[in-house]
């Protein structure tokens, strides 16, 4: 039971343009969405986050957007740089009451390459 | 500030040994998180720790898998009897424990079952 998706394993977009990731959920109990960069042969990094009160965050050329209605975010890099190339996981988190309680639920990855 | 810290990077065992993972966390925080990450797929929850506590183990296998978090020293994930299905990237992560969800990683360790 996949409750996080990625449904694009990849995504390739030029220097300088926007990238868009995107991540579907299904559990409605999920109230916190986060956003982790992995690199090759390393641990996946803390990006950005968002709680479900929000409905934007932005940090820098990051940018996460959340639709609960249709559960559903967004991940915006502007502008996109070849630094950005690596495996971007998004990941929810459920309230302890409801069966969460601090542990990740991560979705399968897309794989972003910024080209030059 | 030192990150979180897992060795061995690299492991490798034959088919029904032992295997060993340890975890550090980031200095402050006093939450673990140990996921597992088969090839070609997202990272899977196993279990989450507090010092000299087990929290939560809904992800963990219920059998030759176990994990602790003592007083002194790193964490330890346990892998008795390894089998060629264990072989997998194994991440730890951390938390300073203070209410917040974000959770740091470790660079993990990959075991190799032969």
């Known amino acids: 039971d996949q409750q996080v998706k990625q449904n694009s394993p990849s995504l390739s977009v030029q220097e300088g343009r926007i990238s868009i990731l995107n991540c579907d959920y299904t559990?409605?109990?999920?109230?916190?969405f986060l956003w982790y960069k992995k690199y090759p042969a390393e641990g996946p990094t803390f990006l950005i986050s968002?709680?479900?009160?929000?409905d934007k965050n932005e940090d820098g050329r990051f940018t996460v957007f959340l639709n609960k209605s249709a559960k559903h975010l967004s991940l915006h890099i502007v502008p996109s740089q070849p630094g950005d190339s690596a495996v971007y996981f998004c990941a929810a988190s459920a309230p302890k009451l409801t069966g969460g309680g601090n542990k990740l639920t991560f979705g399968t990855g897309t794989q972003l390459k910024v080209e030059l | 500030n030192a990150g979180v810290m897992q060795n061995p990077r690299h492991l490798v065992r034959r088919r029904g040994q032992e295997a060993r993972l340890r975890c550090s966390p980031m200095?402050?925080?006093?939450?673990v998180y140990w996921y597992r990450q088969l090839p070609e797929e997202g990272l899977k929850f196993m279990v989450y720790l507090q010092k000299e506590n087990i929290i939560d183990e809904s992800g963990m296998p219920k059998e030759r898998f176990s994990a602790e978090f003592p007083k002194e020293g790193p964490s330890i994930l346990r892998i008795q009897q390894v089998v060629r299905g264990d072989s997998a990237a194994y991440f730890c992560?951390?938390?300073?424990?203070?209410?917040?969800?974000?959770?740091?990683f470790g660079p993990g360790t990959r075991l190799t079952v032969t």
């Open positions: 559990n409605s109990m999920f109230d916190y």
């Open positions: 200095k402050g925080h006093s939450h």
């Open positions: 968002i709680s479900s009160i929000k």
């Open positions: 992560a951390s938390s300073p424990g203070d209410g917040t969800y974000e959770q740091y």
